[in-house]
């Protein structure tokens, strides 16, 4: 039994029921899981943005027993706020985290929004966020869609599929009953066993419905040489632009600079603009996204002027003329 988008609703029962029942039994014991409680659901999806589960688990903890409830949190000041914080990086996701805080006691009475449409009004909260909160905490049926998810979904379909069809593809595939766990069980499985590199299909629950096993079909491969689906991170502050240096060493435009480019959006960035850029064989959308800056990336931040004096790349220049900034 193989999945394929024909026959995609038929077999999603029988996927639905594999999958929920590998992730009851296997899933990773961690302290956002014995909740449903939407404040610490949303706490621990804002400090899972760009950082690893493990680094995760302490400072949610100590943050919790620091501001219990949504209301402490919302009448703290913000330096205590940033100090709770202090060792996840990004303070920018604390400063959104607190101003959501205010706004749920201001404007709902302390109470949140019960839907995804609802928690996205809400400051730092994008469609993944929302989505996870509302399945989680009050059982919407809203698919998430992260990196794991995508990944999952293009190697079960067999498609390399992105942007909104997977977002379709996840909501088709969605158990409505039980939208919560059926979502922190896609994530699961790409996080522990459909993983980047290497996947463990000889364990993998759902190995029966899956189109690639781990391998994308030649066919499918060779397309994808010449198309590709890259994202960049356009991020502005005052006068400045956030860019990265490519490596002396690297045998592509060593030594330039660019746009820094975010490998697995996971739903908190918000898209500019898209621009189409060929390399050799490769056509590439290269979507423009606003929003966060991971950690990893680092870079430096340039002033606008001094761009056009810079040795930019091709494709960050075309951006960056898109923009209107050189
Ligand atoms: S069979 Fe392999 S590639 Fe397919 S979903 Fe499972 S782990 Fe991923």
Redesign the pocket.
Known sequence: MTFSPKVWLEQAPPFRRRLLAWYDLHKRDLPWRETQDPYRIWLSEIMLQQTRVAAVIGHYQRFLQRFPTVEKLASAREASVLAAWSGLGYYRRARMLHAAAKKVGKEYGGKFPRTAAGLRELPGIGRYTSAAIASIAFGEPAAVVDGNVER?VQ??SGVPMVGESVWQAAETLLDSKCPGDFNQAMME?GAT??TPRQ???LM?P??DF?V???ELPLAEKAKRQHKRVVHYLLHREDDSVLLVQRGKEESLMPGMWELPEIQNPNGVHEELFTVRHSITVTDYRVRVLRGPVPEEIGGQRVAAVRLAKLPLTGLSRKILRKAEIL
């Open positions: 999952v190697r079960l499985l066993i459909c996947p463990a299909c993998c759902v190995a899956c690639t096993r781990g």
